[in-house]
């Protein structure tokens, strides 16, 4: 694809996403989940959650809840799930090697802002899980034409690289994408299950 990020570029296959296989994958994504959540709980204190515009964490549910829309706070490197406008979760994130501002083009490193949808998922992404995220968006196709410039694409909320290139404290610590939302596995995992095809995806400063 003309103009996609390379640390993004999923080998699909014949089948983009092959729903009977996802299907199969979801008890282990589910054991993993539970495992995760018991070992790294969220937290998130109110001050925090009003400075992303948000609701203070809901109460935990006897079982996995399920979000209707998700927000990242690129300043912060924090991505929230939201039911309702209550916060479920928060994660640390990792974003493009060039944190700073709005993408513009291919190659710029920049992860996008803007307002965007969650779209189809990857099991056998070059990481662990990707889901895309709808970049470009009409703005951001008019904005390239202006420029004569290729947007790029390919973004996606994903974990860690498969093959790591770098000690894992790195990805725990710095910037290391080409413009994508990177969580850790377990976290992947979790915001995996409790998001859901089509979801709204608002991408801040």
Known sequence: MAGCEPCTVAAWGRDPYNHRMSYRFLPALALLAVTAAAAEPATLTVATANQAGVAALAPEPDELPTADRAIVRKSQRRLYLLNQGRVLRSYRVALGLQPEGDK??????????????LTRRNTHSDYFLS???????EADLQRARRNRWLPGGSIMVHGLPNTLRHAPDYYATADWTDGCIALSNSDMVEFWL???DNM??????
């Open 104 to 117: 513009e083009r291919a190659g710029d490193f920049r992860t996008p802002e803007g307002s965007y949808r």
């Open 131 to 137: 889901i895309q995220v709808s970049y470009p968006n």
């Open 194 to 196: 409790l998001s859901h």
């Open 200 to 205: 709204p995806i608002e991408i801040m400063p």
